[in-house]
């Protein structure tokens, strides 16, 4: 598995490899057109001179022939720079004069070709055949020097620009690779249980954008395992009160010190029956937290969430000395069946706990958004109220009273999963009243 500095130098190089190839074709492709059109235009200017010294001579009455011919072209050295070679033959086709430019030593003359050259006519009348040869852009010196000069600029720039390029190219990829080497350790230390890192604003965007969201993820981390720490704790001690108890007495009924009456059969299944709550409210709790349950959003009789509230409730009622009161102004509602009983129900039973004389359940609203208030007579400090709902959270009077801490907890996610709400607020007329929305619509 590479680094990322070793791809970081290696997305440079190849930058740097295809804007080479791209620099030497485009400098090919220049010189080539310009090296067609300086061997056109030389061309264009070679045939021009000789031709008109040529006609000239012709034009004057001369004879084309092997003295006139060798006197001509010697005349016209230094006009005929643009010119490699001329090749002069008589109207027979016999060749009288072969010129080459003496002021290009590298030239190398061609042989004459009859075939290649131009007719001369003087009044219709032919006096000859001339065979023009321009030179070449490689044939002029100065050329070939001006074209070495550039190879070597060039080369010397690439040179320097790769050599800058890497040293750009590394100098940026150390600040990154180092940014992102102190991430990858962080994270790593988070993975093996280490909290408390410090994620630094990075100078990438992108990096420091996980950088934000490797923090974030830390505080959820401490978070949860700060309240999963309190969750054992609290769970160790609710469960033990039961199970020290229930202990006690078995072990006085082996030893013969109490006998097992039938009272004391229904205070230990009592027992069991708090055990088995506290165990369902942190399953349930735990199960809410993990985000692992979906909404099953039915129509469902109110007359079905009153009795299944007084199948659960009823008893605690009885033994409280409290009235439990029921009253709806609708007649079917949407919701999870299951998870607004759980919801009422610990509502219920946190007012039962505290309640004096009765317990009024209203339900009204409309069946795609249903409010239901819980009433007791009562006061919560104004200290408390903004607690109420936090996981395992316990008021004063509420300490030796048996109840897991979280039931209120469920009930305000329960509210959450139907896009509701639940509040809670001391009235005028000396009551408490907790109102539970859903939102179904």
């Known amino acids: ?130 065979e023009i040869i321009p030179l070449k852009f490689r044939d002029v010196d100065y050329n070939n020097i001006f074209v070495s000069r550039i190879i070597q600029l060039m080369i010397l720039g690439l040179m320097f620009s790769t050599i800058l390029s890497f040293l750009l190219a590394y100098r940026i990829s150390e600040n990154f690779t180092k940014e992102a080497r102190n991430t990858a350790r962080s994270l790593m230390n988070i993975t093996l249980g280490t909290r408390g890192e410090k994620f630094a604003r990075a100078s990438i965007q992108e990096l420091n954008a996980i950088n934000e969201a490797a923090d974030k993820l830390q505080t959820i981390l401490i978070k949860g395992e700060e309240r999963r720490q309190r969750w054992s704790t609290s769970i160790a001690h609710d469960l033990r009160t039961p199970l020290t108890a229930m202990r006690t007495q078995f072990t006085a009924c082996r030893d013969g010190a109490l006998e097992l009456t039938q009272e004391r059969w229904d205070k230990i299944i009592g027992q069991l029956d708090v055990i088995e709550s506290l165990t369902r409210d942190f399953l349930i709790l735990g199960d809410l937290e993990a985000n692992g349950r979906k909404l099953s959003v039915k129509q469902v009789r109110s007359e079905s969430i009153r009795l299944s509230l007084v199948d659960s409730l009823q008893y605690l009622a009885d033994q409280a000395g409290v009235s439990l009161n029921w009253k709806s102004e609708l007649e079917n509602i949407f919701c999870d069946f299951d998870l607004t009983t759980r919801a009422l129900e610990a509502l219920a039973k946190n007012a039962l706990q505290h309640a004096a004389g009765f317990v009024d359940i209203t ?51 329960i509210a959450s999963y139907h896009k509701g709400s639940i509040s809670v607020e001391n009235l005028v007329n000396g009551r408490v009243c907790f109102t539970f929305t859903l939102n179904n619509g």
Do not use: C
Request: without cysteine; hydrophobic residues 40%; proline residues 4%.
């Open 363 to 413: 339900l009204k609203g409309s069946s795609e958004s249903p409010v239901f208030t819980v009433e007791n007579v009562g006061h919560i400090p104004e200290e408390h109220l903004a607690h109420l709902f936090d996981p395992l959270y316990k008021t004063d009077n509420s300490r030796n009273k048996q109840g897991s801490g979280v039931g209120l907890t469920i009930a305000n996610r």
């Open 1 to 130: 598995m590479r680094s990322m500095r070793a791809r970081m130098l290696a997305a440079f190089f190849l930058i740097i490899l295809l804007n080479t190839v791209l620099l030497i074709v485009s400098l090919l492709l220049g010189y080539s057109n310009s090296r067609k059109y300086w061997n056109y235009l030389n061309e264009q200017e070679s045939r021009k001179v000789v031709m008109q010294s040529l006609a000239g001579v012709i034009e004057a009455g001369g004879v084309l022939d092997r003295e006139t011919a060798s006197t001509l072209l010697n005349r016209y050295d230094m006009n005929l720079i643009n010119t490699g070679q001329i090749i002069l033959f008589s109207p027979e086709g016999e060749l009288l004069k072969d010129w080459h430019n003496p002021a290009v030593a590298s030239y190398t003359p061609l042989e004459g070709d009859l075939s290649e050259a131009a007719p001369l006519y003087h009044k219709n009348e032919l006096r000859g055949y001339v």
